[in-house]
Nanobody, 124 residues
Framework: RLDLVESGGGSVQAGGSLRLSCEASGYTGISYMNYCVGWIRQAAGKEREGVAVMKPDGSTSYADSVKGRFTVSRDNAKKTLALQMNSLEPEDTAMYYC???????????????WGQGTQVTVSS
């Protein structure tokens, strides 16, 4: 079992920045470094959307809507991942979830392990 705890959400004005963090604990028999990791968001009344993914080899992919503004990173030794969000827009308002496991493509926002979510609210 892997437990994920996010932090760093909050309210910000458009154009601002936030940094989300996620810390994993527990052990599944698979090393954390061998998992795909990333972030998925869900806005009120909308479907889940893949935001950013980092594969075990360090390659990344992003949703078109956040390319150039968001950056995903991971620290395998500390079992953490982060999402730096710059130039935030009201459309980025959503609950953001840390996702680990089968989530290897932003077009398939399904994960083996989920965090509890952290709210990001961007005002215009």
């Amino acid at each position: 079992r892997l437990d994920l705890v996010e932090s760093g959400g909050g309210s910000v004005q458009a154009g601002g920045s936030l940094r989300l963090s996620c810390e994993a604990s527990g052990y599944t028999g698979i090393s954390y470094m061998n998992y795909c990791v990333g972030w998925i968001r869900q806005a009120a009344g909308k479907e889940r959307e893949g935001v950013a993914v980092m594969k075990p080899d360090g390659s990344t992919s992003y949703a078109d809507s956040v390319k150039g503004r968001f950056t995903v990173s991971r620290d395998n030794a500390k079992k953490t991942l982060a999402l730096q969000m710059n130039s935030l827009e009201p459309e980025d308002t959503a609950m953001y979830y840390c996702a680990v496991g089968r989530y290897c493509s932003v077009t398939d926002p399904q994960a083996t392990y989920w965090g509890q979510g952290t709210q990001v609210t961007v005002s215009s």
